[in-house]
């Protein structure tokens, strides 16, 4: 079945910091690829996408590439803010299979002043 | 915008009590699914739903049923409350289109005492 792996956490990086978080995927075709974040007591948040291979998928700085020869799509930003503190989630999708998501198990960042 | 709306957003049970957590989403979304999170387990699809009137179970389906009467609501019911129950439950919804991200609630944080 199609499976997500992330980055093992918890990354801790000082303010000002590049951040990278890796994320590889395993699935038949070309799935959709999602990153989320989820705050402290929130639900996930899309934070980017990108559908299509060669893709990039940006937004609030950060930047995610949709690689299909790695079968990667790895999350960076180039100066973390302490407000980026959260659980960043990598996933994807295919719309034929209920629009059901497969996740990876979540890496949680904190950016310290 | 109120997007996906879950309640309540915190709930005490006894064992073997039941209840019911709603859902409701006013975006037009044909999917919707009820995911609950763990620490270290990530997110596990318990039902998901691709339009009203319909169910179907997702991975961890044991002890919990749902409902989708109306397209706008997915309900998620507990008839006899264990303690392993003790969770944070989370709704989601989706276009049934492809590259569409999934829309998640703010959780409702359930213990089972």
């Known amino acids: 079945g199609d499976s997500v792996t992330q980055m093992e956490g918890p990354v801790t990086l000082s303010e000002e910091a590049f951040l990278t978080i890796n994320c590889t995927y395993t699935?038949?075709?070309?799935?959709?690829l999602f990153w989320y974040v989820q705050y402290p007591g929130e639900g996930l948040q899309l934070l980017l996408k990108a559908t299509k291979a060669d893709d990039k998928g940006s937004n609030k700085g950060f930047e995610a590439t949709y690689r299909k020869e790695t079968t990667s799509f790895h999350l960076e930003k180039g100066s973390v803010q302490v407000s980026d503190s959260a659980v960043y989630f990598c996933?994807?999708?295919?719309?034929?299979?209920?629009?059901?998501?497969?996740f990876g198990d979540g890496t949680t960042l904190t950016v310290k002043p | 915008n109120a997007g996906v709306t879950q309640t309540p957003k915190f709930r005490v049970l006894k064992t073997g009590q039941s209840m019911t957590l709603l859902c409701a989403q006013d975006m037009n979304h044909e999917y919707m699914y009820w995911y609950r999170q763990d620490p270290g387990m990530g997110l596990r699809l318990i039902h998901y739903s691709v339009g009203e009137g319909t169910t179907a179970k997702g991975e961890v389906p044991d002890g919990y049923n749902v409902s989708r009467l109306k397209k706008q609501n997915f309900l998620l019911g507990l008839e006899s409350a264990a303690p392993s129950q003790t969770s944070v439950y989370f709704c989601?919804?989706?276009?049934?289109?492809?590259?569409?991200?999934?829309?998640f609630g703010d959780g409702t944080r359930l213990s089972i005492l």
């Open positions: 699935a038949t075709g070309y799935p959709s």
């Open positions: 996933a994807l999708s295919f719309n034929t299979n209920a629009g059901k998501s497969t």
């Open positions: 989601a919804s989706r276009l049934d289109r492809d590259g569409q991200p999934q829309h």
